[in-house]
């Protein structure tokens, strides 16, 4: 940034948050991305956020995928994580072909 600053897991989060509550979620991931690229270690509320994104955009493996990710990088997971993948459309259907 100009003033030298670097944004931290808070900023990126807040704006991640605006973007999926203005449903933006192709926006939403972007910032995810941003976050992962310069280095930020995202917190569980972003993980969160990054769930509820692909959750609305109906990307089922996505949100499991992702719940996985916070296992592997010993993130806790919380009851909007669990939450977030059980109401993600579809998510049913996959469970039973499993």
């Not at 509550?21 to 991305?33: E, H, N, P, V, Y």
């Not at 806790?76 to 499993?98: L, M, W, Y």
């Amino acid at each position: 940034m100009a003033s030298g600053l670097e944004p931290g897991v808070v900023y990126y989060t807040m704006v991640r948050g605006l973007c999926n509550r203005s449903g933006d979620i192709q926006r939403a991931q972007t910032w995810f991305a941003r976050l992962r690229e310069r280095g930020v270690a995202p917190s569980m509320v972003s993980y969160n956020l990054l769930m509820n994104a692909q959750a609305r955009a109906s990307d089922t493996s996505d949100v499991v995928q992702t719940l996985t990710e916070m296992q592997l990088q010993d993130l806790n997971r919380d009851q909007v994580s669990f939450n977030t993948v059980i109401k993600a459309p579809g998510i049913e259907h996959d469970c039973i072909r499993t």
